[in-house]
């Protein structure tokens, strides 16, 4: 049974760095055609793709947000981490991570339940 | 990249069908049949409903089909249920090598 969970902070400052752990189980990190990939949605708004890593630490970005995000993987701790830089109040949002099957073209089977994060002073 | 154009409602009574449609270009929905629709319902995760265009993973209900023709791709819902009122989105595969969803559809059952 694959499960993935969210953690990190509810609540960041602007210009601070947000840092977002996917824990998972049920599958490894290490298998060919897996990846972990991870999507935001602001509060009654539309779903945004923003960064995935394969097995192979292919790492992929949104293009708009390239220049913030950086995403890495513990294999050993079945964790995928999701890092943006100088967050912003337009960044609040819930944040999900999702396995992804494909391989390459981003099939999202199993999503996280999703964390919250508030930008604010 | 911007997002895939969806209607942002559809409704329907129950028994009747629906489609949503998720309107890209040559560059994503038409260029490749990677098209995923999800299912969201209000403070839950998205759901997987539909992938490669047309495939249902194991456990979704044979009600849901999915379809494409040039650059725009189609979910049809039949047999309306209340269950189905949820929002609906539509992701591609991009030939930039990136993910795009759509801009969602609320789906309501009257």
């Known amino acids: 049974q694959i499960t993935l969970k969210e953690s990190g902070p509810t609540l960041v400052k602007p210009t601070q760095t947000l840092s977002l752990t996917c824990t998972f189980s049920g599958f490894s990190l290490s298998t060919s055609g897996v990846g972990v990939g991870w999507i935001r949605q602001p509060p009654g708004k539309a779903l945004e793709w923003l960064a995935l890593?394969?097995?192979?630490?292919?790492?992929r970005y949104s293009p708009s947000l390239k220049r913030r995000l950086t995403v890495t993987k513990d294999t050993s701790k079945n964790q995928v981490v999701l890092t943006m830089t100088n967050m912003d109040p337009v960044d609040t949002a819930t944040y999900y991570c999702?396995?992804?099957?494909?391989?390459?073209?981003?099939?999202?089977?199993?999503w996280g339940q999703g964390t919250l994060v508030s930008v604010s002073s | 990249q911007s997002a895939l154009t969806q209607p942002a409602s559809v409704s329907g009574s129950p028994g009747q069908s629906i489609t949503i449609s998720c309107t890209g270009t040559s560059s994503d929905v038409g260029g490749y049949n990677y098209v995923s629709w999800f299912q969201q319902h209000p403070g839950k995760a998205p759901k997987l409903m539909i992938y490669d265009v047309s495939n249902r993973p194991s456990g979704v209900s044979n009600r849901f089909s999915g379809s494409k023709s040039g650059n725009t791709a189609s979910l049809t819902i039949s047999g309306l249920q209340a269950e189905d009122e949820a929002d609906y989105y539509c992701?591609?595969?991009?030939?930039?090598?990136?993910?795009?969803f759509g801009t969602g559809t609320k789906v309501t059952v009257l």
């Open positions: 999702a396995h992804d099957i494909s391989g390459w073209y981003y099939l999202f089977d199993y």
């Open positions: 890593i394969y097995w192979n630490d292919d790492k």
């Open positions: 992701s591609s595969y991009t030939r930039s090598s990136t993910c795009v």
